[in-house]
């Protein structure tokens, strides 16, 4: 089975940065797209970026577009998520899924990682 670890959450202040890792174990994640979602305190989980196997491509929320890039390294079976000029909007806990449809949206993971915590104060 697959085993998804994120890393790199905390606490930054207003137009910080934070790098998010994304750690697969298990079986190579080939052919399976790679994403990020948040979830909010009050809130649904929501799409937030995601990458293809094949093409690489990328697809972003409207919401942090031109502040987000997320990455992959498939040697390293390991997924990025580059966040600048962080907002306090931004604070949630950040998941890390994988779908083995390799869509540019993922609508529904079939592996998720535990989360991670990201603070933005003000």
């Known amino acids: 089975q697959v085993q998804l670890v994120e890393s790199g959450g905390g606490l930054v202040q207003a137009g910080g940065s934070l790098r998010l890792s994304c750690a697969a174990s298990g079986p190579p994640l080939s052919n399976y797209a790679m994403g990020w979602f948040r979830q909010a305190p009050g809130k649904e989980r929501e799409f937030v970026a995601s990458?293809?196997?094949?093409?690489?491509?990328?697809t972003y929320a409207d919401s942090v577009k031109g502040r987000f890039t997320v990455s992959r390294d498939n040697a390293k079976n390991t997924m990025y998520l580059q966040m600048n000029s962080l907002k306090p909007e931004d604070t949630a806990v950040y998941y890390c899924t994988a779908d083995p449809r390799d869509l540019p949206v993922i609508t529904t993971g079939a592996f998720w990682g535990q989360g991670t915590q990201v603070t933005v104060s003000s």
């Open positions: 990458i293809t196997w094949r093409d690489r491509s990328t």
